[in-house]
């Protein structure tokens, strides 16, 4: 949560002209004669429905300015979000025209036309499928990686069947420079898919990384330290991200997310923080030092940026979601920032705090105010116990000035508590800054 008023309605407004623009190439010129308005209703949510769907290659093509904009998590929110709208309107198009007028059966009647009958009986399940896996891989067991290659795939489909159902209808669009301009349309939305899993990875591959250390910091927690090979490493906002792949080729299926936690100072050498969750994060603590690797990035707009006004910094985060706090942290200290910081920090139990010995170093050399919160310990525990409730952030929190920065994150339901009670304290809206690492 990031809002800057003017972008967002500059992004609402240019999504809005992109998803309808094809729509209006459809109505310039001599127009065929009406078909009645349920008829014509049905058929413009179907351009509309399938301009959506070229959209949503856009909004997941991972431009690093409009990441670093918007931040990753949002856009994917809103791919997501879109994706559900898409899928209902282009589903709407053929339940509308079939109870219009049931004649419109026939074209996914085999005996009328059989490719068209299996061509759009074929989409019609495509874009159930595209939903239902959405929603329900955890429960079906479906790895990431795969939902993710599936994803595009069907996606890829969606489009080809789309545009070749608009083109072979071509009631509206029979002039030949409008098919033109729905094929470039439809090209340049797949070629969104083409530079995020191919053209952007090729790229990478002329910049490899390679694992300099693997450093356990707690139980399943470890640090990865990457040094460029041939090359003069990465700049980076503190806070931002990078997929991570390891491996000797960057096209790799198991490509992952992770904040970078060093500082932003140090380009040549990246350390990322990752806890064993899944099947690629288990593995972390066998990867071999000397192995290679390939970071794509920095994406996001989860950052810290010391040249904005700032008069207070409050970092609220549960679990590993301290890593991009950690690269801010060691940033300021690096260049010598002197705004005061406040950092509370939840974790299931004292042990579970990682970098504790370096926060406390930075309480005693750089001010910073910390505050522990270990949600199971005995009465011995110095810090706070339970979760980051109101009272911890009534007895933490400093006064929230209108020229501070909040940066959240953890755990979702702690997000959601804490943004909501930062903004009741009167915390700008602006300046409440979150990252949600569950963004699909
Ligand atoms: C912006 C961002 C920053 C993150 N930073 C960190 C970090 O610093 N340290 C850390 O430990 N974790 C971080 N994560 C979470 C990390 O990406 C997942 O824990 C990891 O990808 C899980 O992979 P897995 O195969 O081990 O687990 P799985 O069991 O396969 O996946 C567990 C869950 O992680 C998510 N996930 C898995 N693979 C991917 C993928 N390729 N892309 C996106 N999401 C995926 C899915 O929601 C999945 O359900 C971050 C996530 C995001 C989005």
New binding site residues.
């Given amino acids: 949560m990031k809002l800057r008023l003017p972008h967002i309605v500059l992004a609402l407004a240019l999504y809005t002209l992109a998803v309808l623009a094809p729509l209006a190439v459809v109505l310039v010129g001599p127009l065929p004669e009406g078909r009645g308005f349920w008829i014509e209703l049905s058929i413009a949510l179907g351009f509309i429905g399938l301009a959506m769907m070229g959209a949503q290659f856009a909004l997941t093509a991972r431009f690093r300015r409009i990441s670093t904009l918007y931040g ?2 949002s856009l994917l929110q809103f791919h997501r979000q879109a994706g559900i709208v898409a899928v209902c309107l282009v589903l709407a198009h053929p339940v509308i025209a079939i109870i219009a007028e049931p004649a419109y059966l026939s074209f996914f009647d085999p005996r009328v036309n059989l490719p068209r009958a299996g061509a759009l009986s074929f989409v019609t399940v495509v874009l159930i499928l595209i939903v239902a896996l959405s929603i329900f ?2 429960q079906i067991g479906l ?3 795969w939902w ?1 290659l599936t994803h595009g795939a069907l996606g890829f489909f969606t489009l080809t069947i789309g545009l070749a159902h608009v083109l072979m209808v071509g009631h509206y669009i029979s002039p030949l420079w409008k098919q033109l301009v729905w094929i470039v349309m439809t090209v340049g939305a797949m070629g969104f898919l083409a530079r995020m899993r191919v053209l952007i990875p090729l790229t990478e591959r002329r910049r490899p990384w390679r694992i300099a250390e693997v450093r356990p910091e707690s139980t399943g ?1 470890w640090t990865l330290a990457l040094e460029p090979e041939g090359h003069d490493g990465m700049r980076f906002l503190p806070g931002q ?1 990078v ?1 991570l792949t390891v491996s000797d080729s960057p096209l790799s299926l ?6 970078i ?1 060093s500082s932003a100072d140090s380009l040549r050498r990246i350390e ?11 593995t972390i603590g066998q990867i071999q030092p000397g192995a290679r690797a390939f970071l794509e990035g920095p ?2 707009g ?1 950052a810290f940026q010391d040249d904005v006004r700032c008069d207070g910094l409050v970092f609220i985060v549960g679990g ?1 979601g301290i ?2 706090v950690m690269s801010m942290l060691r940033t300021i200290r690096d260049r010598g920032v002197t705004t005061p910081a406040t950092l509370i920090y939840g974790a299931p139990a004292p042990d579970k705090f990682v970098f504790r010995d370096e926060l406390e170093a930075m309480v005693r050399e750089s001010g910073l105010k910390l505050t522990l919160v270990a949600e199971n310990a005995d009465e011995a525990w110095p810090g706070e116990r339970g979760l980051i409730d109101e009272g911890v952030l009534d007895r933490s929190l400093p006064e929230l000035g209108e020229h501070i920065h909040a940066f959240i994150c953890g755990p979702e339901a702690m997000m959601d508590a804490v943004e909501h009670s930062l903004l009741r304290r009167g915390a700008p809206l602006g300046r409440i800054h979150s ?6």
Avoid: C, M
């Avoid at 198991?254 to 904040?259: G, I």
């Avoid at 990252?435 to 699909?440: A, K, L």
């Fill in positions: 990753q998590d891989r955890r790895s990431y990686e993710r927690v991200f997929w198991q490509q992952h997310p992770f904040s936690a990322l923080t990752i806890k064993e969750l899944g099947d690629f994060t288990s994406y996001g989860f590993i890593t991009p990252e949600r690492f569950n963004i699909v």
